[in-house]
């Protein structure tokens, strides 16, 4: 049963990778189809990571009332109706039909996420939980490496061809059948260990006074926004640089995603083997080294420093959560993860003010604002570096 859950969740994590990054591609590509700005055009990720502010903590309560599975599958179907709205949106032109389509497909994607993440931690050892959601995650960044290179082949490519952004539509709705097909696998498979256990009365506001939560909460914040700033705007950056097409320059995206993807298979034996706090700190001050040196050059050295971020993000994400919810109450998980789930809304608003500076100051300097959430995350490492040795 462990080893069949966690197969059902990898996938999970696999799809859920895929349709994320998937903004990366989307972002250049209704950029130049709407001729918009660097801020309009990070209105993608806007609206898809508002979903996570808005919808994380009501789909945490309705994971307690159907439990982990009837949850996932419901992510699932919702997901699909996002694919499927693109549909319209391409028809009739508009581009706030692209961003409402985007955030019905972002709500499925944070049920998914709000039901996976504590799924995960509480189906093993806990002290694996760290290594555990690692390797979960480093399938999702097999689904953020191989989103790119479809997205350069399938939307990308048909980008001197399109004029309604056409190029969208069967990549889609392609997308939108298979997470029809996971769906009903899902909900056909005996997966009844995974319950939610009891629920728990304590109030949201309550679990969210515990500091180490709350200041994980911030960390998840400054993470994912300092990971799709950067990820949204990598392929606008490598053509100011290097003068080349967007389809040329998105497979860097790729690079980007799939330095995290082999990160964080590597980060599953270095978090056995250092406190993982140390190693979230180490990769937070590598990041802001990285970005320094990208900001302060140009050419090819300002691009590979770029892309090497990715490897620092790794292992973030899995790091920060279970450290968030570290020392929580029984029971008190899935409203932690709910709350966790909400800070993903950086990936909303960090890369629009990264928008807005690079409107303002040129994309080059506005990276800026990613230093400084890296900056948060090492000194999160390096708190409870030192709480631990106390």
Partial sequence: ??????????????????????????????????????????????????????????????????????????????????????????????????????????????????????????????????????????????????????????????????????????????????????????????????????????????VLKEKGLLLGVIGIFAYVGAEVAIGSFLVNYVMDISQVTETQAAPLVAFYWGGAMVGRFLGIFTLKAFAPARVLMAHALLAVILILISMQSTGTLAIGSMVLVGLCNSIMFPTIFTLGIKGLKAGQEKKASGLLATAILGGAIVPLLTGLLADRLGLHHAFILPVICYVYIAWLGFRNLTKLSD
């Fill in 1 to 206: 049963m462990y080893k069949k859950a966690l197969t059902s969740l990898t996938i999970l994590f696999f799809m859920m990778g895929f349709i994320t990054c998937l903004n990366d591609i989307l972002v250049p590509y209704l950029k130049a189809i709407f001729s918009l700005s660097y801020s309009q055009a990070a209105l993608v990720q806007f609206c898809f990571f508002a979903a996570y502010g808005l919808t994380s903590i009501p789909f945490s309560k309705l994971i307690e009332r159907v439990g982990y599975q009837k949850g996932m599958v419901i992510g699932f179907t919702l997901a699909a109706l996002g694919c499927l709205l693109f549909y319209p949106a391409v028809v009739l032109h508009t581009y706030p039909l692209f961003l409402a389509a985007l955030f019905v497909l972002a709500s499925g994607i944070v049920l998914l996420q709000v039901a996976a993440n504590p799924c995960v931690s509480v189906i093993g050892p806990k002290e694996t939980a760290s290594s555990r959601l690692t390797m979960a995650q480093a399938f999702n960044s097999l689904g953020t490496f191989i989103a790119p290179l479809f997205g350069a082949y399938f939307i990308l490519s048909a980008l001197t061809n399109s004029t309604h952004a056409e190029g969208v539509v069967y990549p889609y709705f392609f997308i939108a059948a298979v997470l029809i097909i996971i769906a009903l696998v899902l909900s056909r498979i005996d997966l009844t260990g995974m319950d939610t256990g009891e629920a728990d009365d304590t109030g949201w506001l309550q």
